[in-house]
């Protein structure tokens, strides 16, 4: 994927079937299930692909326990419906990018003897909802099974534990995985360019073109399309208002921080989930590539891009660490962290607004503007993306194109990297090219079969096989990858969403911002 090329395809391009304005998870699975349904699309975004909430989620890919807990309590038949479709999807992310996402085992321990039976039954229900697809048993541990299997809990207290399983994915490189795919398949795509205002058609107000701004070189481009597609998450109502300034807003956004510990923290591969907080929430404590992820929080926020990690978060999550770890995890033992919106419809003004609304399911819905046929897809969550995705191109079919659904296919699309993907290949990278085992598996989780053009780098260029920053796996060859055949343009592209070393150690990342600075000047 080169940049210049894409807008070179941008300006050629008379009309496309679908503009889809995004390039988070939803954007991108709409884009790439639009062109595997034959639609000429073009999907665009004024950060980067993932550059917002689909970067800075808790990279779980899960039905959501905590729902069904809900949706038992409650009675509530359409978020047990919810659970339930997540759990099926979940094998279908796995499958899929087999390179960048990967089962889970967590487990939830428990202090007394009746939590014991209770986080049994409803993780054995959680499991029983997965039917076939079930990764693995749940099941009820001992102490001793427990601390065997996490021997860093504070065991004084610790009476069991609940063993369980969901799954893992690299958020930002699985979003870029589906816009790789996407373009593979046809669409254009482009990051950095921002959607600016929409002109429509005089007597009917329809929507006709879309002016936007190229942030990188200043330049604006105009795209005609028969469909805009808003997919712009916790941005959703800012698309709305600049189509009918009639809509009222529909979105509220919920903040999540997470921080990142290094792994002494906790060693092995099985993750804590804490059930309740004081204040009702769920934290999980998540062996994530090298570190600990630790979170989330969740609280209402105001609408920004790129939210900061607060102290206030960062003493709150640590709390929780330490009242679960023997050991005691200090302040400065925080490698990273970052703060996400989450986009949550307000369903109760769906009645008062000036639009046809199709509630497909509780978690997410797509609306169509009756005046401008601005498409909206709003609320939903990683797991569910490609769910959301179809449901959008169905509606278009049906309300806007007027025309007989095409078969949705994405659920058998392998991504970008995973075909024939077979992690064993580091060994080759190591025997052939002389790098250390770290580096080659990092290499193969990160880019899948795409992991050799990186080593065919440093073919003629023996320099790019040296260690980016000590003491973590990335290359120097990584960086000219990512700008060359990734679209990387800005650092953050580069040290954040592409090597992800900003997530897994702040201080190491910014040691390297110039040099990557350098990169992307030359390029
Ligand atoms: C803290 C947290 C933890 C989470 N954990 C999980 C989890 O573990 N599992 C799970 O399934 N879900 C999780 N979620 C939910 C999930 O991350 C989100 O539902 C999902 O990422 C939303 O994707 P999106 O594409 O709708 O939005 P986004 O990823 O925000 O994408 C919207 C895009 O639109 C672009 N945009 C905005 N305005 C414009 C414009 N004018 N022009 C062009 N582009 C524009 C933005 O730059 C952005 O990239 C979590 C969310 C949060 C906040």
Redesign the pocket.
């Given at each position: 994927m080169n940049r210049q090329e894409q807008i070179g395809k941008l300006q050629a391009a008379k009309e496309f079937d679908i503009c889809v304005?995004?390039?988070?998870?939803?954007?991108a699975g709409i884009a790439l299930d639009a062109t595997l349904r034959g639609l000429k699309v073009i999907l665009?975004?004024?950060?980067?692909f993932?550059?917002?909430?689909?970067s800075?989620?808790?990279?779980?890919?899960?039905g959501g326990v905590r729902y069904l807990e809900q949706a038992v309590k409650k009675l509530d038949w359409e978020q047990y419906k919810m659970v339930r479709k997540s759990l099926r999807e979940r094998e279908t992310l796995l499958k899929n990018a087999p390179h960048l996402s990967r089962p889970l085992a967590l487990i939830t321990p428990c202090f007394n003897f009746f939590e014991g039976i209770y986080y049994t039954i409803g993780m054995k229900m959680y499991e029983w909802i997965s039917g076939s697809q079930s990764i693995a048993k749940s099941q009820w541990l001992s102490k001793k099974e427990t601390l065997d299997l996490i021997p860093e809990l504070k065991s004084k207290r610790l009476s069991s534990g609940v063993l369980y399983y969901d799954g893992q994915l690299d958020?930002a490189r699985y979003c870029l995985a589906i816009v790789q795919s996407a373009e593979a398949n046809g669409a254009v795509v482009l990051n950095h360019?921002?959607?600016l205002k929409f002109n429509k058609n005089e007597d009917n107000g329809r929507l006709k073109s879309l002016n936007t701004k190229d942030l990188i070189s200043g330049n604006d481009y105009s795209i005609n399309a028969k469909v805009f597609v808003n997919?712009?998450?916790?941005?959703a109502d800012?698309?709305r208002q600049m189509a009918n300034s009639k809509l009222r807003p529909r979105i509220k956004v919920?903040r999540?921080?997470?921080v990142v510990l290094s792994r002494e923290v906790m060693k092995g591969e099985t993750a804590i989930l804490v059930p309740k907080t004081d204040d009702g929430r769920v934290i999980f404590m998540i062996p994530w590539q090298d570190q600990v992820l630790i979170?989330?929080t969740d609280e209402a926020d105001e609408l920004s891009e790129n939210p900061k990690l607060e102290d206030y978060e960062k003493t709150y999550l640590l709390e929780y660490v330490n009242r679960y770890f023997e050991k005691t995890v200090m302040p400065d033992q925080i490698k990273s962290g970052f703060?996400?919106?989450?986009?949550l419809l307000q369903a109760q003004l769906q009645s008062a607004m000036n639009s046809d609304t199709k509630s497909l399911v509780r978690d997410h819905e797509v609306e169509i503007d009756r005046r401008s046929k601005l498409v909206s897809i709003m609320g939903?969550?990683?797991?569910?993306?490609r769910l959301m995705a179809k449901d959008t191109l169905d509606e278009i079919y049906k309300e806007v194109l007027k025309k007989e659904i095409v078969k949705c296919t994405s659920e058998h699309e392998v991504l970008y990297g995973g075909e024939d993907y077979r992690y064993e290949d580091w060994q080759e990278f190591v025997n052939k090219y002389g790098i250390s085992a770290w580096t080659a598996q990092n290499l193969m989780k990160k880019y899948g079969n795409n992991a050799l053009k990186i080593m065919q780098l440093t073919e003629k260029q023996i320099e790019l096989k040296d260690l980016l920053v000590p003491n973590h796996p990335f290359i120097k060859a990584e960086v000219l990858y990512v700008i060359q055949e990734e679209m990387a343009a800005s650092v953050d592209d580069v040290l954040e969403r592409r090597l992800g070393l900003k997530i897994r150690n702040e201080a190491a990342s910014r040691s390297v911002e110039p040099y990557v600075q350098e990169i992307l000047g030359r390029s």
């Open positions: 304005i995004g390039g988070g998870a939803t954007g665009i975004d004024k950060s980067d993932a550059g917002q909430t689909s800075k989620s808790t990279k779980l890919i899960h958020d360019l921002q959607a997919a712009t998450g916790p941005f800012s698309i919920s999540g921080a997470h979170g989330t703060a996400g919106l989450r986009p939903g969550k990683w797991t569910t993306y």
